[in-house]
């Protein structure tokens, strides 16, 4: 009838009707949150999007710059912190239009470092009057120039438990350490006698190897040239149990530049399966977390960190040392174990340089006096109901077939504007 092929009179198969269901139900959560998780993060960014938009008082006059702390994960490389940075924080830092920097850290102990150092260099202004980097060298020139910098909130974005762990730990050693690396204690050279294979002939004064023969060697090859190995870490200029007899130095300031703590959920191994699926299938709740931390480092609202009260302890513990805790339980059991293997393996051997500090398997320690200039960012509750009540079209957030099947819709039924006639006078 009517050239339509006969349908069929019954249901599919049992099996078919299984697989029809799994294939559906899972495409649609798939694409519902996919949806969704841009809908939040276009929620958040749009929310602070006014800032780009306002007017600066001289061409001359520096932006706020943010700095973005990103370390490789455990047992993974850099490529995930950098992936979950560019889909979660970065559409909402850009939409405010402020400027950002980036310490990257490939191992345990980079971030830490970089910290310290980035401190060291602001206690003692001799430092950096050679301009050793990139950015003092910039920073020089404008200096000269008569350039002011950026007077208000700066602010720090550290993504990860692992990241926090190390930021804390290298403000303190900034702030608390020595501006000189401490002297490390050097092994005595080992001396052998080779008297058995040589010996000296008095007659030439020259030492002769026994079975040595006077013909000429053979031409030995070039060794390939290598790549230019990675530069050490440095080594802390301090220890935990040091905090409480360093003096704190007499410049150190009331409040040090707020910082904003980011959720990086990040698990792997096989048996974490399932709830690598569950976390796929939820990323919106994950880019709407993101999103508000985020906002708030834009927003530069900051306060006091908190003492939060823990249910197995009956003291309060700090919100430094509390803050993204529950990402440890997603560590690889071989981060736990890796001290203990390298205890074994450093028995009866004889170390020329101090092991490194493990960070991310030690508890968070603070100074009271480090502690409590610390600030937090936190969204007001005004500008998170602003946030709320954005509404974003749905054209912004569907994918490619359904924004495809709306542009043929409305090129095929939008009629299109008819040319509307021009009336000139003839008076002249």
């Known amino acids: 009838m009517m050239g339509l092929p006969n349908l069929p009179k019954k249901l599919p198969s049992r099996n078919w009707l299984i ?4 294939a559906g139900s899972l495409s649609a959560a798939i694409i519902y949150d996919r949806r969704e998780k841009k809908r939040a993060t276009a929620r958040w960014a749009r929310a602070v999007s006014h800032i780009a938009k306002e ?80 950015d003092e060298i910039m920073d020089d020139v404008r ?25 804390v730990r290298g403000l303190h050693e900034g702030w608390l350490g020595p501006l000189t690396a401490p002297a490390i204690p050097t092994p005595d050279p080992v001396v052998t006698d080779d008297a058995a294979t040589t010996k000296e002939t008095p007659e030439e004064g020259k030492v002769v190897a026994e079975g040595e023969d006077n013909k000429e060697k053979p031409e030995e090859p070039k060794p390939e040239e290598k790549k230019p190995e990675r530069p050490p870490q440095p080594l802390p200029h301090n220890t935990t149990a040091d905090y409480p007899t360093s003096p704190i130095p007499m410049l150190i300031p009331a409040e040090f530049s707020p910082s904003a703590p980011v959720p990086f959920p990040h698990i792997l191994g096989f048996t974490n399966t399932f709830i690598r699926l569950g976390r796929f299938l939820n990323r919106r709740h994950l880019a709407d977390d993101v999103g508000r931390e985020v ?28 803050a993204l805790a529950w990402e440890e339980r997603d560590w690889p059991k071989s981060v736990w174990k890796e001290e203990k293997r390298n205890a074994r393996s450093d028995e009866g051997k004889k170390q020329d340089a101090p ?23 936190e969204l007001l509750p005004e500008d998170e109901a602003r946030a709320r009540a ?19 819709w409305r090129w095929a039924w939008t009629p299109a504007p008819k ?7 003839d008076d002249e």
């Open 19 to 22: 697989f029809w269901t799994l």
């Open 295 to 322: 906002a708030a480092v834009c927003l530069a609202a900051a306060r006091e960190f908190r003492d939060e009260s823990n249910p197995d302890s009956e003291n309060a513990e700090p919100e430094q040392a509390t």
């Open 55 to 134: 007017p600066i008082h001289s061409p001359s006059e520096m932006p706020r710059k943010l700095t973005i702390f990103l370390e490789s994960p455990p047992t993974d490389g850099l490529r995930a912190a950098q992936d979950h940075f560019t889909e979660y924080v970065k559409p909402v830092i850009a939409a405010s239009g402020l400027d950002w920097e980036f310490v990257q850290g490939r191992k345990e102990g980079d971030i830490r470092a970089a910290v310290a150092e980035r401190i060291r260099r602001t206690r003692d202004p001799d430092a950096t009057a050679g301009a050793h980097t990139q």
């Open 419 to 425: 040319p509307r006639p021009v009336y000139v006078d």
């Open 143 to 167: 200096r000269r120039n008569g350039i002011p910098e950026y007077a208000g909130i700066r602010g720090d974005i550290v993504i990860g438990r692992h990241t926090w762990k190390e930021y």
């Open 390 to 408: 954005i509404v974003i079209p749905e054209e912004e957030v569907e994918g490619f077939i359904k924004g495809s099947l709306r542009s043929l």
């Open 355 to 377: 092991p490194a500090e493990k960070i991310w398997t030690s508890p968070v320690v603070l100074d009271p006096r480090i502690a409590m200039r610390m600030r937090r960012f």
